[in-house]
Nanobody
Framework: QVQLVESGGGLVQYGGSLKLSCVAS????????VGWFRQAPGKEREGVSC????????VYKDSVKGRFTISRDNAKNTVYLQMNTLGPSDTAVYYC????????????????????????WGQGTLVNVSS
């Protein structure tokens, strides 16, 4: 079965850290560029970060630059999102998906028209930051 499964979310205090995992099954994640997205209650889904399949180039949403780090471990078929210095505005359900690099970059940059190009969305993992 081809799927992505997110995990690692939870309740964390203001200023705390969490590390999210996106594990692929049924296909080799190393063959794809991967993005992390989030959707807060009452808000639209937004791109948070993405990582290129070949050279590991990374892109971040402005509000998470310097706090979040995306990485991949091809041996574990996993992409991670290390989140530090979390604040209440980071509270959301976090998702991962694969897609064309140009579309991932565009969505992380704020373009909401390209979600149709992404595949294998997971069920998401909830991050709840208490103030």
């Amino acid at each position: 079965q081809v799927q992505l499964v997110e995990s690692g979310g939870g309740l964390v205090q203001y200023g705390g850290s969490l590390k999210l995992s996106c594990v692929a099954s049924g296909f080799a994640l190393e063959d794809y560029s991967v993005g992390w997205f989030r959707q807060a209650p009452g808000k639209e889904r937004e791109g948070v970060s993405c990582i290129h399949k070949n050279d590991g180039t990374t892109v971040y949403k402005d509000s998470v630059k310097g706090r979040f780090t995306i990485s991949r471990d091809n041996a574990k078929n996993t992409v991670y999102l290390q989140m530090n210095t979390l604040g209440p505005s980071d509270t959301a359900v976090y998702y991962c998906a694969i897609g064309p690099w140009i579309s991932l970059r565009a969505v992380v940059g704020g373009d909401t028209s390209r979600y149709k190009y992404f595949e294998h969305w997971g069920q998401g993992t909830l991050v709840n930051v208490s103030s």
